[in-house]
Nanobody, 122 residues
Framework: QVQLVESGGGLVQAGGSLRLSCAAS????????MGWFRQAPGKEREFVAA???????YYAASVLGRFAISRDNAKNTVYLQMNSLTPEDTAVYYC????????????????WGQGTQVTVSS
């Protein structure tokens, strides 16, 4: 059983930065593809970024060049560095894990965290 716990959310002004962390339990972390998703009020959950076991990454167009996903397998943790934040980035951010290696957006993420709120003020 994989458990995911996000942290690092908060309130930041537009143009600022935040780094989200997702700590994972379980022995399969190093071979899992980890993804970040977000859901804004009144909107559907959307893909943000993903990283697989080899370090291959993929980003949504809306965050490309501003966000960076990384992982530390020794710490069973995946990170999302978010720079140049805008009010449109305000959402609950979720960490997710899956066993397949594809980093393009897919619907087969089987494990999810509880989410962490990110609020960007203008």
């Amino acid at each position: 059983q994989v458990q995911l716990v996000e942290s690092g959310g908060g309130l930041v002004q537009a143009g600022g930065s935040l780094r989200l962390s997702c700590a994972a339990s379980g022995r399969t972390f190093s071979t899992s593809t980890m993804g970040w998703f977000r859901q804004a009020p009144g909107k559907e959950r959307e893909f943000v970024a993903a990283i697989n076991w080899s370090g291959t990454t993929y980003y949504a167009a809306s965050v490309l060049g501003r966000f960076a996903i990384s992982r530390d397998n020794a710490k069973n943790t995946v990170y999302l560095q978010m720079n140049s934040l805008t009010p449109e980035d305000t959402a609950v951010y979720y960490c997710a894990a899956k066993s397949t290696a594809l980093v393009v957006p897919t619907t087969d993420y089987g494990h999810w965290g509880q989410g962490t709120q990110v609020t960007v003020s203008s």
